[in-house]
């Protein structure tokens, strides 16, 4: 049986990082400045621009294109089929014309109960308001994970710093909620690109929860990035309130793919048994390499769509999202957590 | 209500002829070409309705014959049911024995009578670890996918019994098992994607699970987690979700797809001949943006 170090250190080593675990800390503390880096582009259709009138417009537009012109090939031969065809084919697109207006309706009503539930549990920057909403609970999840979509930069809250805002709010809210664990998950990997916008989140982070917790008992944190196995602490000392997770899309399938490379090349040398991979082993490298499974996912994205999100790791996660919604607002979130609290999981039972 | 109207005479043809219909009309737009469903919920609904478990069993097979109807008239072309997990081996021996029992009457009948497959051309396989199933249940399953094998219309996966984590850690060993053999393999995604039971499959574009609970519950993780990947979560236990919740699901689908195809195509025709599809999704993002 070979021991599972090994593997982890040769997969780091292939990928160039550090086999001891990084602390940046104090090089953090010694730098402080910022640079500009260039812009990495979400998955594709994470974005939506509904307009109504843009929609139905174009609704209009499609509808008398389609049912006049050939703009989708058929394959059939004879004449009555294709008249079959198209009449199918007018019926669904007149269908799709009513759910259009009504799509239009809800979207509009979404809007307007999460403006309303926003008002009405407003957390005012205070734990103690937030610990109230959390104390009716019956459990809370150990390990929270976030999935964030990066907008755009001419957006509202758009953009890195956006990403960055956002990040400071779902500390606060999760420390004041006791969570220990929150894993960040963004397509790009954005923030963990360099040094530089780690110590800026840092920065940010810490502003934030000065807010919240006032500027003498600012709680303590580290944030972690799996894939450059690094890590950075608030202050000295290594005891935190919560550890955060930075992953990417790279954390998924990329790194099981590095994962089987390695373990080809064991296999190749004879140091590692065919037998041997089992699902506990590439458990455990797994949460070695990535992280712990998270026990609620909350996507903040308008539709539900996991972008590519490390599949290992979300086998028994429950998943939360609010349609149409494409903000980090605490209604999203303590909704969430009473769902979770809700929630019974019974693995194969 | 509805039972009050399903004992006049006819009544069977008239949903099958609706079905038929209606799956026409929906297949004319874009269908997903892979469907995975979780059927979860037979035993809540036994005990809700006070019935015996394997009463609730047979109900959601049932069902399972109901939607599989309605999706093969829409022209879906592999559909993937989660029939048993690994996990649920952890269930009463008693239930176990007897969802096997109702797996090999089931698979039996349809070795006899045909069942779908022969009016639907449909192809049954059997994915999962097999090593895990007693052997006369084994028999039986096999004799089925003999039977059904030159059927091309459509595609039956029943996962029996599977874990996603199990599928890819057989994936992975048997990619390691390959570059023994030939050490010059490049491994990426596409090799172990090619190694899953899914593999002569096209890619999962609709996940349903019912029940309503929010987890994937170890099924597709490594096709689920596609950003082409649509998951449907339903409240209604499995023997409750009837074909009009199935039609709902298929016509929000063709509605996205066509709205969103449509709204990015255009830009593709008019901007960008590239064949390179990062390029032209990127571009598209931006372009999408800019209006």
Known sequence: MIKSPKIIEDVRINNDIDVELKNITKEANIIDQKIDEPPIKGPPSTNRNINIFYIIMELIHNFLKSSFGNDKPVETTSILQLIIYYFNHLILLQLFFVIAIYKNIQFIYRKIYLKYLTLTSYPNKSPSVIRQDVVKLSKIPKVLS??????????????????????????????????????IYEYSGLLSQSYDSLIDLRKYIKKNLGLYFGTDAIPTFSIKIPQKNLIIYSNESKEVDIQIDLISRIDGKPTLVELTKTMSELALTKELALKDITIDLI??????????????????????????????????????????????????????????????????? | ?????????????????????????????????????????????????????????????????????????????????????????????????????LAKSKFNQINQHGFLCEEYGVKIKIIGNLKMLPDDVLVVLKETEEITKNNTRAVLNVCF?????????????????????????????????????????PPVELLIRTSGTYRLSDFMLWQAVSPNCKIVFINQLWPNFKPWDMIKILINFAFEKYWYANENSKFVNTYYDSEDETITSDNEYTMTKAI
């Open chain 1, 146 to 183: 976030c999935l964030l979509d990066l907008k755009d930069d001419d957006d509202e809250n758009g953009g890195k710093d956006g990403l960055i805002n956002d990040i400071c709010e779902l500390t606060a809210w999760s420390i004041s909620s006791s969570i220990e664990r929150l894993i």
């Open chain 1, 283 to 349: 458990d455990e490298e797994l949460m070695e390499l990535v992280g712990p499974e998270p026990d609620l996912l909350i996507s903040f994205a308008p539709s539900l769509n996991l972008e590519d999100y490390p599949p290992w790791h979300i086998r028994l996660t429950e998943i939360y999202w609010e349609p149409d919604n494409k903000d980090v607002n605490y209604a999203v979130f303590i909704r969430a957590l009473q769902q979770f609290s809700n929630c019974k999981i019974n693995i194969g039972k």
């Open chain 2, 161 to 201: 019994p599977y874990t996603s984590r199990d599928e890819i850690t057989t994936s992975i060993k048997n990619v390691v098992e390959e570059t023994m053999r030939n050490p010059t393999i490049e491994i990426n995604e596409n090799l172990i994607e090619s190694n899953l039971y899914t593999k002569d499959n």
């Open chain 2, 1 to 101: 209500m509805s039972d009050w109207i399903s004992t006049f005479p006819g009544y069977k043809n008239l949903l099958s002829a609706s079905k038929k219909i209606i799956g026409k009309i929906i297949s004319t737009g874009s269908v997903p070409s892979h469907v995975g469903i979780i059927m979860d919920g037979n035993r809540r609904y036994a005990k809700s309705h006070k019935i015996e478990i394997k009463e609730g069993h047979n109900l959601g097979f049932e069902t399972m014959a109901n939607i599989l109807e309605l999706l093969y008239e829409s022209g879906v072309k592999v559909t993937t049911v989660y029939a048993f997990s690994i996990e649920n081996f952890k269930r009463s021996s008693f239930e176990v024995q007897w969802l096997m029992d």
